[in-house]
């Protein structure tokens, strides 16, 4: 089966639970709310963004492309759940009307994996558990931030996950088009995603996050190696955000494999242990005024 209709959608919010900044639903966008329909295709058509990459494999392939609605916003306290259930309310009817109109053989997401609301510590994970449960046979691309604090509620639902490796963030559109890459193999049965997923009590300094820096650096060559590896096809890393003050933040890695489970949680235990066995590295003492 070839993609003819592919649905683009984004939900992003950093969650700094600290802030004192509110985040009602006018907040996600220009001051105006979220993007919608044509104002959301052409705001992030050709950006360096993940929904930027998902667009741009989707008009790759020749399909029909759809953005029913793009809802960012910059790094906030708590979303107000109003706006949540308005956002997820509408991005699910959107979905549900496409299916039924037969112009969506497969969603593209992005997500950023930190989003807190006022009722619920992980907004991202219950979005998908939600699409899922009302779509079972539907193929899902996710894209998560690099400072995304998973779960396992984010990992279960999607056909593919893939996270950013860079931070500052230079490879948004390389992720949305490598998990989109994933799901259209899968769409043809060349290959079969099976995710593995795990963390640890570990919450590394904002400070520490360079990826071109230690001790990040070697940690983040550890994904790239797997990745060379045959089965293998994606390796995400995920440092987390320390400001979502959750039960589930900090560092964590998926492994996306063809159907080999044992082999993904082989990777994720040896990148999770070395990244426990650094831990004192990812601290930060500042120097004193004086």
Known sequence: MVAKNIVVVCVSHETNTFSPVPTPLHSFGVGKGPLRGAEAYKAFRGTGTATGGLIELAEQIGARVEVPIVARCLPSSAVEDAAYEAITDELCAA?????????????????HGAMVTQSLEDGDGPL??????????????LSL??????????????????GYKTFPHLDMKETGIRTGQITLAAMEGKVHPVRVWGNIPLLVHMQRMNT?????????????????LPGVLSVSIFPGCPLADTRE????????????????IE?????????????????????PLE
């Not at 931030?145 to 996950?161: C, K, L």
């Not at 900090?250 to 993904?264: F, K």
Request: hydrophobic share 45%; with cysteine.
């Open 95 to 111: 979905v549900e009307k496409a299916r039924r109109e037969g112009k969506c053989d497969a969603l593209f997401m992005e997500l």
């Open 128 to 141: 998908l558990q939600r699409l899922r449960k009302s779509n079972p046979d539907l193929l899902i691309a």
């Open 267 to 287: 990777i994720r235990d040896r990148i999770l242990s070395h990244a426990w066995a650094m831990r004192a590295g990812y601290t930060v003492d500042p120097e």
């Open 145 to 162: 931030d690099f400072h995304g604090n998973v779960t396992a509620e984010m990992v279960s639902a999607p056909t593919s996950v893939v």
């Open 212 to 228: 071109s820096d230690q001790p990040l650096k070697d940690l983040m060559q550890m994904a790239v190696d797997a990745e060379r």
């Open 249 to 264: 933040a900090g560092l964590s890695c998926i492994v996306v494999t063809d159907g080999d489970e044992a082999l993904g």
